[in-house]
């Protein structure tokens, strides 16, 4: 008898296209690996930048408050009564700064600056009051004078 010859076939190899779906894998593990490494330094660089802004919202209040208390010519508000306040905006190098001067006594006043850096940076606004009492001079002339008990404070 006769056998029938069988011819061998070869069957698909179960990797048959494993080298173009790793490739695909590898660029999209790459991909997402650079996306967050921007998105790191975006967000550092953003934190750094409202750092230098709060810094500089910061002097800017420190300096209009330094030029109210050693101003010569500053009129306190003494015909507003004890609970008024008066409010002024100004530039302090370039940037807007609003001081507030509240008469609390008939000596004694609390002066606040409210200044903001940048206006892209809204979170970066700082505000320092300072009591300052005040005193005449026999050729009368009013004198300013922080009190010394803590007389700087950074308000929220």
């Keep these: 008898m006769s056998r029938p010859l069988v011819f061998a076939t070869r069957q698909p190899?179960?990797?048959q296209g494993f080298a173009l779906v790793a490739?695909?894998?590898a660029i999209v593990l790459?991909?997402?690996l650079v996306s967050g490494a921007m998105f790191a330094t975006t967000e550092e660089t953003r934190v750094g930048t409202t750092g230098v802004a709060r810094e500089v919202a910061l002097m800017s209040a420190e300096s209009a408050i330094a030029s109210l208390v050693s101003s010569a010519t500053l009129n306190l508000p003494t015909t507003i009564g004890v609970p008024?306040?008066?409010s002024q905006r100004s530039d302090i190098s370039g940037?807007?700064?609003i001081t507030y001067v509240t008469r609390l006594d008939s000596t004694i006043y609390w002066l606040v600056a409210?200044?903001?850096a940048d206006p892209v940076h809204s979170g970066a606004?700082?505000?320092i009051g300072v009591l300052v009492t005040t005193r005449r001079r026999p050729d009368g002339s009013i004198v300013i004078s922080p009190i010394s008990e803590r007389s700087?404070?950074?308000l929220f």
């Design 125 to 127: 606004q700082r505000r």
């Design 23 to 25: 490739a695909l894998l």
């Design 114 to 116: 409210q200044a903001v």
């Design 13 to 15: 190899a179960l990797r």
């Design 95 to 97: 940037h807007p700064v």
């Design 30 to 32: 790459i991909g997402a």
């Design 84 to 86: 008024g306040t008066l």
């Design 152 to 154: 700087w404070s950074e």
